[in-house]
């Protein structure tokens, strides 16, 4: 039987062989990702910017569950306390004194507390979104630690505990060492991959206060292009598909899941994950909605899509590019970017587009339109408005973008609003008119990337050939692509959404609108100008300018559900259970709102289209019109 000298030496013995198991386990995973292809990484930064990184940004999207916060405050906070003090204790200034070790059973203790409420979700029944497996054994694990942990730390600072300190020492043998155990293939993964995938992210601009949501442009001289396999990706998005801690909170917000329809964007990391090693234990989450089980190669070198692969051709076409998944991930994975990478290889290399969206994308490729339409048909919905050209103009203030929506009657509405408010305003605005082609966002999100750099190029050297202080419009999918994608390609210009214009316009006394009192109403944000830009208090401000009561929905702002338009879905047109924009519609009539603004042309289309819809759709520019009218 161990004495209490001896015991002390054993217990930090203890922490230091997890730790070095650990770091065994972490080892044979790193050869995994070491299959990766190469990536430039700010080490250094990285390493400095690890703790804000893990403290504030993860934990601000941790936070939204309250539950979990307090859980994983509690847990993490008193694992590494106990796990670090217990190490120390090898020192001998620390290793003897009665108070050191009652400090250790405190740390203990807290880790048992968070531990029980790591159980609590799982016992006796599992909160659904959580996946099951391996995740089972963790609080059984943790409880196991901490409760050795605490009782030898007790008998270390009483000087004894007979029988019960070396029982308690086993104990806690069996959870450290099983928790370190589970670094490569289990629950605990996630924390040595988190930490890692926390430095070295392939989107570092997110913790700097940026939407940091621009594509990496394709090198189309590649030898591959895209992605087909695990090795494709680079070895840092592979080390950030093992961060995922199954948690399911993607899964929740994604459109295309809740609809039906064949995706579950954890399942979809987790066939990442599956796909990189033969040895990866079951998936025990949430199926693809339809039920079917993964199969296929495994391997780096193992083929991911297809109708015999891990992940099917449908479930990479559902996804509507919201990046819903991404806003709430704790893990900050990028999953969208996975998915175009995916898609980048099925269009370029196997030209393997869903059957619907093969005409538009030939259009694009032919005649610069989705539609075929002829450039000048552009400008038809401003009929009587005598549009501006700026090829008539040495220079102008506002060049006014009007996007592929020009083309359609309804989107033609709003943008006569808002010719008619800069008028009103004396704004100094023009058009391209023939000279503007499609941003290309279409190809670029079904991972033509071919097609877009052309449109890219083309755009951006008509651009240059004019002269304009600011690009305005009132897409916010022409808006990301011109602020964010097109400077890859040279263009680089003030690119401002219509509801920031209109806004200053109104804050600077150019527009004085009256108000609307009596009407409710709700405002939907579209993703492309909330979660890819950041802009969500603009189209706000300005309806409450207006007098009216506005109503948000359930889920507003960055974290607001997709209405279905995004990412080629309308044109990929993968069937579900349900419609994405019908329970957009739903959600919004929950609040009781007659009207439903809107501020983006595929929105507008989308919500529009619910046959049974109560409620009025109406853009943010309209509103603002009426109100200036009402005020004259």
Known sequence: M????????????????????ALVQVARRAALWRAGASASVAWLDGLAKLPRRYLVDVHHVVARDAYASRMHAVVAGGLLAASILTALAVLPPLGGPAPYW???????????????????????????????????????????????????????????????????LALAAAGGLGLAFEVRHGPMRHAAAGALHLVAHPRPGRFEGQPDTALQPLDLEAPRLGAAMPADFTWNRLVSYDACVSCGRCETACPAFAAGQPLNSKRLIQDLVAGLSAAEPAYAGAPYPGGREAAGARGPLGRLIGPD??????????????????????????????????????????GALPEMAVAPVTELRQAGDSGGRPLRARTDFAAGLDLPLIADRES???????????????YGRTLRALV????????????????????GDLALRLGDEATFQDLARTNAATLARHRFRRIV??????????????????????????????????????????????????????????RYNGETEAPRALLDAIGLTR????????????????????VSDIPGERRIPDLRMAQAAETGAGTVAVACPSCTAMLEGVIDRRAEIRDVAELLLEAVEAGR
């Open 102 to 168: 009652i400090l250790v059973a405190l740390a203990f203790g807290v880790t048992a507390a968070g531990s029980l409420l790591v159980g609590a979700r799982r016992y006796p029944r599992r909160t659904p979104r959580l996946s099951s497996g391996r995740f089972q054994i963790l609080p059984v694990l943790l409880v196991a630690y901490a409760l050795g942990g605490a009782v030898t730390a007790l008998a270390l600072a009483s000087g004894g505990g007979g029988l019960l300190a070396p029982l308690a």
């Open 551 to 570: 109503i948000e929905m359930a889920r507003s702002g960055r974290r607001a559900m997709c209405c279905g338009g995004g990412g080629g879905a309308p």
């Open 473 to 530: 419009t009132a897409d916010p999918h022409a808006l990301h692509a011109l602020r964010n994608e097109y400077p890859a390609f040279g263009a680089r210009y003030p690119v401002v959404h219509h509801t920031a214009l209109l806004l200053e316009l109104v804050r600077d006394g150019r527009l004085n609108p009256g108000r609307l009192p009596d009407r409710a109403v709700t405002y939907h944000d579209p993703c492309y100008l909330a």
């Open 420 to 439: 008619r408010l800069l008028r009103e305003a004396g704004v100094a605005f023009a058009v391209l008119g023939p000279e503007e082609r499609y941003t």
């Open 2 to 21: 161990a004495g209490p000298v001896s015991l002390a030496t054993v217990f930090p013995g203890l922490v230091w062989a997890m730790a070095a198991l």
């Open 309 to 350: 692969a891990r992940i099917r051709p449908d479930t990479l076409w559902s996804c509507t590019t919201c990046r819903a998944c991404v806003e709430e991930c704790p893990m900050m994975i990028e999953h969208v970017d996975a998915v175009v990478a995916l898609r980048r290889h099925e269009t370029l290399e196997r």
């Open 396 to 410: 102008t203030d506002v060049l006014l973008w009007l996007g592929e929506g020009a083309y359609d009657l309804r």
